[in-house]
């Protein structure tokens, strides 16, 4: 079983910067997959970017690339999220999310993910 809690949410100006973090429990953190999703209100939630066991890989996407970093601190247990130029449209609940080691190294599919956080608020005003 694995606990996921984000934090670092908050309200920010368009053209700013937050940065997310994810603790996780459990003794195998280094082997799970892990990425990041957002759902805004009436939406699917959708994928924003994913992580590899050992940090080596990532993907994004396309709606976020080149503005937002996902990194993962297996040492601490950690993942986050850096996300730069914010959007008004990047408006959304975001929660950081576990694959089993069996899933693959790197998973973007959202129902191939075993384990979610509770979520957190991020705002952006223009």
């Known amino acids: 079983q694995v606990q996921l809690v984000e934090s670092g949410g908050g309200l920010v100006q368009a053209g700013g910067s937050l940065k997310l973090s994810c603790a996780a429990s459990?003794?195998?953190?280094?082997?799970?997959?892990m990425g990041w999703f957002r759902q805004a209100p009436g939406e699917e939630r959708e994928f924003v970017a994913a992580?590899?066991?050992?940090?080596?890989?990532?993907y994004y996407a396309d709606s976020v690339k080149g503005r937002f970093t996902i990194s993962r601190d297996n040492a601490k247990k950690m993942l986050y999220l850096q996300m730069n130029s914010l959007k008004p449209e990047d408006t959304a609940v975001y929660y950081c999310?576990?694959?089993?080691?069996?899933?693959?190294?790197?998973?973007?599919?959202?129902?191939?993910?075993?384990?979610w956080g509770q979520g957190a608020q991020v705002t952006v005003s223009s």
């Open positions: 992580i590899s066991w050992t940090g080596g890989t990532t």
């Open positions: 999310a576990a694959a089993l080691g069996s899933r693959g190294p790197i998973v973007s599919v959202r129902n191939e993910y075993d384990w």
């Open positions: 459990g003794r195998t953190f280094s082997s799970y997959a």
